[in-house]
């Protein structure tokens, strides 16, 4: 499999991920493909992580002169905030100048190691802006409203992080739009055609030129869960392999492979989700997950010598046997680490049977939704733990809560419906007019508009730049809610203003 390909590589249709023997047909017979490139010959180079790493660090040492808190996304990837040097440099205005002169010294110091860069107000504008002028050049977006939406306009959606093939296909189907200028025009459709509120938040976010990380997080209350990890997996490829006695073997190892990771987790884990990933020989790639009812896995306190929880499907029954393999780290006993395989495999295994027969060449187990995750609450949000062994108001012979309940009851009885069922209310507003208009919530400003008015709204945000629309609310970026939509006016007046990432 390949690792990475060079720009020449490229032309001729070669990426990463992708099977060296493939790869090489596509250099020699281009015309196969429909390129236009001569025929030539491919040349793998064998990967040296070690030399990488020491190249890596000479990099981020030239990245920590110029930004301290610096992000390495990965070796040869870093995000920096020049903010705060540019203080000293002369401003925004210097910004070019300053990028253009860590690009040099990574050349200088790396022996010739060329690498392109974006500058923007965000980190999603700055990552787009980094695949303009590659491979040794650098682009800029303006920290201004005008720049930001003219830059983002014709915009291919595909290039906007986090928007695979799927998700770019619904756009398509869905809205029937392919670029952020056309995305920014059917705002009103967004909330229509997508139910959930993430999804929206993210795509006005996008269509908009934010990256998201411009909401403030003061209203987020504590986090709580002992977990921080969201999943785990282990995977292998191999030759061809259609027997079925084989690839259930192949599933045992990698189940067991996976259950020796769980238990060398602090504490041990338990999960609640168990998917399996298969590659046929055709390369189509297949993913199914099952949710049991119940976590699999070891208890909290399995480490500490107490036995573990093993809980699985109905009708899996647990192994009592030992699998190969080595013994965990920590005071798990390999016993109990077979059992756990064992359970993982009852749950993967009837997602491999149900594609027999097939011939597959690579196969790998994915447990997620742990017991103890980590979460963030929303402020004011309180754990269910706290009212346990507490009692109702009513129940500890409040009046007010008896007066109110037997009113309830009451008006229940009077609508010949039981007490906890439907009771239409009927329109709580008044006047001569009739009812009122339904109300939606402006996606942009969050203002309440009438359902007729929407569109009107929404558009006045982008016909009058800087005047916000009739009723909208006023609010402060650290006042917002965690995902809540910030505005570019509001994205432009934070403290960070030049976000540069190298690649």
Same mark, same amino acid.
């Given at each position: 499999?390949?690792?990475?390909?060079?720009?020449?590589?490229?032309?001729?249709?070669?990426?990463?991920?992708?099977?060296?023997?493939?790869?090489?047909?596509?250099?020699?017979?281009?015309?196969?493909?429909?390129?236009?490139?001569?025929?030539?010959?491919?040349?793998?180079?064998?990967?040296?992580?070690?030399?990488?790493?020491?190249?890596?660090?000479?990099?981020?040492?030239?990245?920590?002169?110029?930004?301290?808190?610096?992000?390495?996304?990965?070796?040869?990837?870093?995000?920096?905030?020049?903010?705060?040097?540019?203080?000293?440099?002369?401003?925004?205005?210097?910004?070019?100048?300053?990028?253009?002169?860590?690009?040099?010294?990574?050349?200088?110091?790396?022996?010739?190691?060329?690498?392109?860069?974006?500058?923007?107000?965000?980190?999603?504008?700055?990552?787009?802006?980094?695949?303009?002028?590659?491979?040794?050049?650098?682009?800029?977006?303006?920290?201004?409203?005008?720049?930001?939406?003219?830059?983002?306009?014709?915009?291919?959606?595909?290039?906007?992080?986090?928007?695979?093939?799927?998700?770019?296909?619904?756009?398509?189907?869905?809205?029937?739009?392919?670029?952020?200028?056309?995305?920014?025009?059917?705002?009103?459709?967004?909330?229509?055609?997508?139910?959930?509120?993430?999804?929206?938040?993210?795509?006005?976010?996008?269509?908009?030129?934010?990256?998201?990380?411009?909401?403030?997080?003061?209203?987020?209350?504590?986090?709580?869960?002992?977990?921080?990890?969201? $999943?785990?997996?282990?995977?292998?490829?191999?030759?061809?392999?259609? $027997?079925?006695?084989?690839?259930?073997?192949?599933?045992?190892?990698?189940?067991?492979?996976?259950?020796?990771?769980?238990?060398?987790?602090?504490?041990?884990?338990?999960?609640?989700?168990?998917?399996?990933?298969?590659?046929?020989?055709?390369?189509?790639?297949?993913?199914?997950?099952?949710?049991?009812?119940?976590?699999?896995?070891?208890?909290?306190?399995?480490?500490?010598?107490?036995?573990?929880?093993?809980?699985?499907?109905?009708?899996?029954?647990?192994?009592?046997?030992?699998?190969?393999?080595?013994?965990?780290?920590?005071?798990?006993?390999?016993?109990?680490?077979?059992?756990?395989?064992?359970?993982?495999?009852?749950?993967?295994?009837?997602?491999?049977?149900?594609?027999?027969?097939?011939?597959?060449?690579?196969?790998?187990?994915?447990?997620?939704?742990?017991?103890?995750?980590?979460?963030?609450?929303?402020?004011?949000?309180?754990?269910?733990?706290?009212?346990?062994?507490?009692?109702?108001?009513?129940?500890?012979?409040?009046?007010?809560?008896?007066?109110?309940?037997?009113?309830?009851?009451?008006?229940?009885?009077?609508?010949?419906?039981?007490?906890?069922?439907?009771?239409?209310?009927?329109?709580?507003?008044?006047?001569?007019?009739?009812?009122?208009?339904?109300?939606?919530?402006?996606?942009?400003?969050?203002?309440?508009?009438?359902?007729?008015?929407?569109?009107?709204?929404?558009?006045?945000?982008?016909?009058?730049?800087?005047?916000?629309?009739?009723?909208?609310?006023?609010?402060?970026?650290?006042?917002?809610?965690?995902?809540?939509?910030?505005?570019?006016?509001?994205?432009?007046?934070?403290?960070?203003?030049?976000?540069?990432?190298?690649?």
């Amino acid at each position: 499999m390949i690792s990475a390909a060079n720009y020449v590589a490229r032309q001729y249709g070669v990426r990463s991920a992708m099977p060296g023997f493939i790869a090489a047909e596509m250099v020699r017979c281009p015309h196969l493909v429909g390129s236009k490139m001569p025929p030539d010959e491919l040349h793998f180079i064998p990967a040296e992580w070690e030399k990488y790493k020491q190249v890596a660090e000479v990099t981020r040492s030239v990245y920590h002169e110029y930004d301290p808190d610096f992000t390495s996304w990965s070796l040869d990837e870093a995000k920096l905030d020049l903010t705060r040097y540019l203080e000293v440099r002369g401003g925004q205005e210097a910004a070019d100048e300053v990028v253009r002169e860590m690009r040099q010294r990574i050349k200088e110091l790396t022996g010739g190691l060329t690498c392109s860069a974006g500058i923007g107000p965000n980190p999603m504008l700055a990552k787009i802006a980094s695949e303009d002028n590659k491979p040794d050049g650098q682009a800029r977006v303006l920290p201004t409203r005008e720049a930001v939406l003219q830059y983002i306009e014709k915009l291919p959606l595909r290039r906007v992080p986090f928007v695979g093939k799927v998700l770019e296909r619904k756009l398509k189907l869905l809205l029937n739009v392919i670029t952020c200028g056309e995305l920014r025009v059917a705002v009103p459709k967004i909330r229509r055609a997508f139910e959930g509120k993430k999804t929206c938040d993210f795509l006005l976010r996008v269509c908009l030129g934010i990256s998201g990380e411009e909401a403030g997080e003061d209203d987020e209350g504590p986090e709580v869960g002992d977990v921080t990890r969201k $999943s785990l997996s282990t995977e292998r490829t191999f030759r061809d392999e259609s $027997s079925q006695e084989e690839l259930r073997g192949r599933l045992r190892e990698l189940c067991r492979s996976v259950a020796e990771d769980m238990a060398s987790a602090v504490p041990p884990l338990a999960c609640k989700v168990v998917g399996l990933k298969t590659k046929a020989a055709t390369f189509e790639v297949r993913t199914r997950q099952v949710h049991s009812p119940r976590f699999i896995g070891f208890s909290a306190s399995a480490a500490s010598g107490s036995s573990a929880t093993l809980t699985g499907f109905i009708g899996g029954g647990l192994a009592t046997g030992r699998a190969g393999g080595q013994k965990p780290s920590g005071a798990v006993s390999d016993e109990e680490v077979s059992r756990v395989a064992a359970e993982l495999n009852a749950a993967a295994l009837p997602l491999l049977e149900e594609q027999f027969p097939c011939t597959l060449r690579l196969m790998g187990v994915r447990v997620s939704d742990f017991r103890g995750a980590r979460k963030v609450l929303q402020k004011g949000q309180q754990q269910l733990q706290k009212f346990f062994g507490t009692g109702t108001p009513a129940a500890v012979g409040d009046p007010a809560a008896s007066a109110a309940s037997a009113a309830v009851e009451a008006q229940a009885l009077a609508a010949e419906v039981p007490p906890g069922g439907v009771i239409d209310l009927g329109d709580s507003s008044s006047g001569e007019d009739g009812p009122a208009g339904q109300m939606v919530s402006c996606p942009v400003c969050g203002a309440a508009v009438a359902v007729d008015d929407a569109d009107r709204h929404v558009n006045s945000h982008y016909d009058a730049p800087g005047i916000p629309p009739a009723g909208a609310q006023k609010e402060d970026s650290h006042k917002r809610k965690r995902g809540s939509v910030a505005g570019i006016d509001e994205m432009l007046r934070g403290s960070r203003q030049c976000v540069a990432l190298v690649d």
